[in-house]
Structure formats: structure tokens, C-alpha cells
């Protein structure tokens, strides 16, 4: 064993900065859930204030109850997440299989092809798509926004799955071959299992960006019935008048699925690693 | 029957062309092993036969029946791989079942050859158990038994034995000589130990690049190579090549000896300084340096002798075998 990490001076070091890391990212967070819990004039007297009997309040959580429907826009969020990265992870696993385990002409420049979009933001193209969507009567759908994410996710989805896919042994794939399985159930059975860390590490790149993002909700699928969350919340930011109650409470609200989607991905993650050590 | 025959085999991966021309046939129940330098193609051969890689030319027969264009589940072969290759979410008894229940066999029949098979490997008590729950070995035996309990007509191993112990090795090797003998089926068997070979085979096709050297029974080999390469690849110690004009003989030929050949004798025509001895109790190899050759000479028993020590070794001339310049065998 490496004998600094046993030296307690070390230790000190290494977790006085790890805890100083995690308090300067949670802070934000912090102040987010202890003021939604507080009324409009104790959030700008003291901001840092935890909420007391004076100033505790439901007030934010009861507008944004009553403004909008509010669970059916997270739930159109949480449908567009969800479906968005189930077709990544699909599309983008199939697309690295085929590139790293069937030779085929162009196969190198198909893999750059694919790779290309990773360094293209999808947003430049926002009007073509726009043109395209309202040519297809997908404006106001939520199709419009999980097409829109799938192809904005496939690229680094690909670029990082086939390099896992190349290390995946051969002798395994011919086994199965061998042994009588067909392709598809090579790919899912064999194949996908083994890289499933990989799978998670695109599902968390790819899932906080999807949930968090108000431009092509904005721009596609604006309608009262296809809002999104973070679409939703935007009613109370006015321009002259900002409801910081109903904000922070939407707000507190929002962090809680993407907080279970992460946990459940993370476990996956790890998941993956130990199960490699073992072996 | 044959249980394979193989016509003008050739395999070209674009301008590198890895298998010529290979011709070779293997009785139904022989055990027959490919073995040459790494990069001569046997594995490449092994991988044509089962059909995960198409030849580009010949004809691959197996069971009478041509099979160059069925997928490899259907050509009636098991193979046991190098790096095992066990299936990881399944366990023992699931590795072993696959194959048999995408053959939608009966159920009955599946848990008889599972029983078999886990009985005749030692199995048994690990069949509930997941592959990295078990050790090299086991895992090895898994392999195997996976093969086993489809009941090819052919079996085909790659290079079992390298991920193994050397102890182990021997054991599985044993084990495997015990399985060819329970089971009395045809098996290929890719190496690139001869000693494996030697121990292990019916018939031994020696490969180099690509091409067939020479085919025959391990004693065969061992007493008549066909050539340089075959001589030089089988035995160990490997045997000793030295010019003719070294030995006092005319001409330009290479004479072969095999190290146990070699003896003391003090008027001996190869004077040599030893240059490294290795004392392995019952038999003595010396390495010594005959000007600037290096001979290796296989002394039965135990030796004095030390590093830097002028010796005088002499040979029978009926035990030598004499190579033109090509490598071919004179005599």
C-alpha cells in the first residue's frame, strides 16, 4: 500500500479539500431549498437564514401549484428525458457495434461521419430544424424535442461506446456464434452487458443537459400541453417582475427526478467497475 | 469415415495471404495438432474450419458433408477458446445449456449431458456457481464441458493450456489426453508448445507461414523431418545446426544433432568452451559456444562441469541428419 495515504497529516488534506469541494458546489443548492421554504420579504432580509417559525412559508410551492399544470410539465420533461436516452443509448450502441465489430467499406469514414457532430452544436442547424418540424407537423409535439435530443446525444454516444465495444474479447462474440446465437442476441445479451459502465457514463453526460435545456422547448414545443419544466418555470420570471418564491420552489422541485435518474445510473457505474475488478 | 478434409484451403485478408494451399484430412477419433511459430496461421485455420472466418478459395468437408457456406452452429463443431470465453451473466450450468436449448433439445436429454459432462470434468459442485466466482482452472474445465455437452462430431481447441500455470497445465493436458480417450472423439488441437504437441497428438501438422511442412505421428516428426524447420521445431532442447566445414567434413551442407546425441569424448571432432550449464538433476544440458556457434549438448545424469570449461564432444554419424541450403533433408 502507498504509504502517504496512511500518513493522518495526508488524510486531513485529502478530506478537508474534498469537503470543501462538495460544500462549494451543494451551497447553491443550499440556498435554493431553505428559501423556497420562506416568505418573499425574509428571502431578501436575510438569504442565508434558515426558514423559522417568523418566516416559514409554503407560499411558492401553493403558486406554482395553482399557476399552470404544473406535474404535467414534468412530466412532458420527464418523457422527453427518459425516451431521449433510451434512443441514444440504443441507436448509439448499435451504431458503435456495427462500427467496431463488422468490417466494411467506409467503415472508418462512416466512424468520423458520426463522430463530426460532436464538434458541430446542434444549435447552429435551430432553424433548418425549425423548418423541418413545422414541414412534418411536429411543432408542439414532444417527439419534436426527444428527435431533436437523440440526435444531438448519438454522436459522443457512438464516438465513446465503440471504443468500448472494441475492447470487448472476440473469443466471447465467436463463442456465441458458435454456440448458435444470432447477432441481435450477441449484441444484446453478450455485448451490451459488458458495457454497461460506458452506457451510464453517456446517460449521465447526455441527461442533465436534456433536462435542463429551454431553447428547443422554447423554439419547438412551447404549447401550454408540451411545456417542459424548465419551459414552465419561466412564467415567473418576468421582466420587470420576478416571483422568487415560485421560482425556487419550481426550482427545488426540478432537482429531485434528474437526483434519482443520477442515482440509479451512478449505481450502474459503479457498478461496472467493481464487477471488472473482480475478475 | 474422415471426420475433416480440407482441399487447397487459402485465406487472403487482403494483399497478406495467410493460409496456402492447406490439404489435410483427420480420421474419425484422432486427436491432431496444429503447431508452428506464433503468426504461421494455425489459429486462422482453426478459425476457418469452425466458420467464423470464410476461406477464400477450397473446399472444407466435415463429416462428409461440405460446410464452407454453413454458419458455424450448424457444422457440428465445439471449440474451446484461450481466454475461455464463458459467458459472464450466466452461470455454470447456463454456459453449458445454451447451445443445447437454441437446439431446442429436450430437456431431459440437456440435464443427462450437463450430468455427464459436470461429472466427467469434476464439475459438479460449481454448477450453480457464476464464472468469476471460479478459479483459471475451473474456468477452463467450464470451457470444455461447454464443448463437450454439445457432442460434435469435431472438436476444436485454440491454445487451451497458455492461460494456465505451468502445474496446471500439465494436469489439464493429462486430463484432456484422458478426455480424447473417454469420449474417443475427433479433435484439432492449435498450439505452439510442442512439448503439448509431442504428449498430446495422434498427428501432428507442423505450419509455417501459412504452408503445411510436414504431417505425421509425433515419432514420426521426431525421427524423419522432412526439413530444417520441423527438425529445429521439435525436441527439446532444440536441435543443434552447425556447418559441415566445422564438423571436418567437405562441402556446404548443415548436419542436425540433437542435443541428446551429443556425448563427451576426448577425441571428439567439436571442441567447445562451455559457456552456461544447466543442472536439472537427472539429465545435464550444457550450452557451450563451438567457435561461434552455440551447441547445446542433452548429457544424461549428473555433471561437474563449469562455465568456461574446454569440453570435446563427439557424435554417432548415423544420428546425424544432413540439410541442403534450402532447409530441405538430405538424408
Same mark, same amino acid.
Given at each position: 500500500m502507498n504509504k502517504a495515504r496512511h500518513n493522518p497529516l495526508n488524510m486531513i488534506a485529502m478530506h478537508g479539500a474534498l469537503i470543501l469541494y462538495t460544500l462549494i458546489a451543494l451551497f447553491p443548492i443550499f440556498v435554493i431549498l431553505i428559501n423556497s421554504f420562506k416568505s418573499r420579504r425574509a428571502i431578501f432580509r436575510e438569504p442565508l437564514a434558515l426558514p423559522n417559525a417568523d418566516s416559514f412559508s409554503m407560499i411558492g410551492y401553493e403558486t406554482v401549484m395553482k399557476q399552470g399544470d404544473f406535474f404535467l410539465y414534468f412530466q412532458n420533461s420527464m418523457i422527453v428525458t427518459v425516451a431521449s436516452l433510451f434512443f441514444v443509448l440504443l441507436f448509439g450502441a448499435m451504431a458503435a457495434y456495427a462500427l467496431s465489430e463488422y468490417q466494411f467499406k467506409g467503415n472508418l469514414v462512416m466512424g468520423l461521419y458520426l463522430a463530426l457532430g460532436i464538434m458541430?452544436?446542434?444549435?447552429?442547424?435551430t432553424v433548418a430544424i425549425l423548418e423541418m418540424m413545422v414541414a412534418t407537423g411536429l411543432v408542439n409535439t414532444l417527439w419534436a424535442l426527444i428527435l431533436v435530443y437523440t440526435a444531438q446525444g448519438l454522436p459522443l454516444a457512438v464516438f465513446i461506446l465503440s471504443e468500448f465495444m472494441r475492447q470487448v474479447s472476440d473469443d466471447l462474440k465467436n463463442a456465441g456464434r458458435i454456440d448458435g446465437l444470432s447477432e441481435y442476441t450477441i449484441f444484446f445479451r453478450l455485448v451490451l452487458p459488458l458495457v454497461r459502465p460506458a452506457m451510464a457514463t453517456v446517460a449521465v453526460f447526455n441527461m442533465i443537459p436534456i433536462w435542463n435545456d429551454l431553447w428547443f422547448p422554447l423554439i419547438l414545443a412551447p404549447a401550454e400541453e408540451t411545456k417542459t419544466l424548465t419551459l414552465g418555470s419561466q412564467?415567473?420570471?418576468?421582466?420587470?417582475?420576478?416571483d422568487w418564491n415560485a421560482v425556487l420552489s419550481a426550482l427545488s422541485m426540478a432537482i429531485l427526478p434528474v437526483l434519482i435518474l443520477y442515482v440509479i445510473f451512478s449505481r450502474q457505474l459503479i457498478r461496472g467497475i467493481t464487477s471488472g475488478a473482480v475478475k | 469415415m474422415t471426420a475433416l478434409t480440407l482441399k487447397n484451403v487459402n485465406k487472403s485478408f487482403g494483399n497478406v %495471404?495467410?493460409?496456402?494451399d492447406i490439404t489435410l484430412e483427420v480420421e474419425e477419433g484422432e486427436f491432431v495438432v496444429f503447431v508452428?511459430?506464433?503468426?504461421?496461421?494455425k489459429s486462422t485455420l482453426l478459425r476457418v474450419i469452425a466458420g467464423l472466418e470464410d476461406a477464400s478459395s477450397g473446399d472444407i468437408n466435415i463429416g462428409g458433408q461440405q460446410v464452407n457456406l454453413v454458419p458455424p452452429s450448424k457444422r457440428g463443431i465445439a471449440m474451446v477458446f484461450q481466454s475461455y470465453a464463458?459467458?459472464? %451473466?450466466?452461470s455454470v450450468r447456463g454456459n453449458m445449456t445454451l447451445a443445447l436449448k437454441q437446439e431446442k433439445q429436450p430437456k431431459s436429454v440437456i440435464e443427462e449431458r450437463v450430468a455427464n459432462a459436470s461429472r466427467m470434468l469434476n464439475l459438479e459442485p460449481y454448477l450453480d456457481r457464476y464464472p468469476s466466482e471460479l478459479s483459471g482452472g475451473q474456468r477452463q474445465r467450464v470451457a470444455i464441458g461447454r464443448a463437450i455437452v454439445r457432442e460434435p462430431k469435431l472438436f476444436l481447441f485454440d491454445e487451451?493450456?497458455?492461460?494456465?500455470d505451468a502445474a496446471l497445465r500439465m494436469n489439464t493436458r493429462i486430463e484432456i489426453a484422458n478426455l480424447h480417450r473417454a469420449l474417443d472423439a475427433s479433435m484439432i488441437y492449435v498450439t505452439h508448445d510442442q512439448t503439448e504437441a509431442m504428449t498430446l497428438a495422434d498427428k501432428i501438422v507442423v505450419l509455417r507461414d501459412g504452408r503445411v511442412e510436414q504431417i505425421g505421428s509425433p515419432m514420426e516428426l521426431y525421427n524423419n523431418p522432412a526439413n530444417q524447420f520441423v527438425a529445429g521445431f521439435l525436441g527439446s532442447p532444440s536441435m543443434n545446426f552447425l556447418p559441415e566445414a566445422l564438423l571436418q567434413e567437405s562441402g556446404q551442407n548443415t548436419i542436425g544433432i540433437r542435443p541428446e546425441d551429443l556425448f563427451l569424448s576426448d577425441d571428439g571432432p567439436l571442441a567447445a568452451r562451455v559457456s552456461h550449464v544447466e543442472k536439472l538433476g537427472g539429465d545435464t544440458n550444457v550450452i557451450a559456444k563451438v567457435q561461434d556457434h552455440d551447441v547445446t549438448a542433452r548429457l544424461f545424469g549428473q555433471h561437474a562441469i563449469a562455465e568456461g570449461q574446454e569440453l570435446r564432444f563427439g557424435y554417432a554419424s548415423e544420428k546425424a541428419y544432413r540439410f541442403d541450403e534450402a532447409g530441405q533433408r538430405l538424408t
Open positions: 458541430i452544436p446542434i444549435r447552429i442547424g412564467v415567473f420570471i418576468g421582466q420587470f417582475v420576478t | %495471404h495467410v493460409l496456402k508452428g511459430p506464433s503468426g504461421c496461421g464463458l459467458y459472464p %451473466h450466466l487451451p493450456l497458455s492461460n494456465l
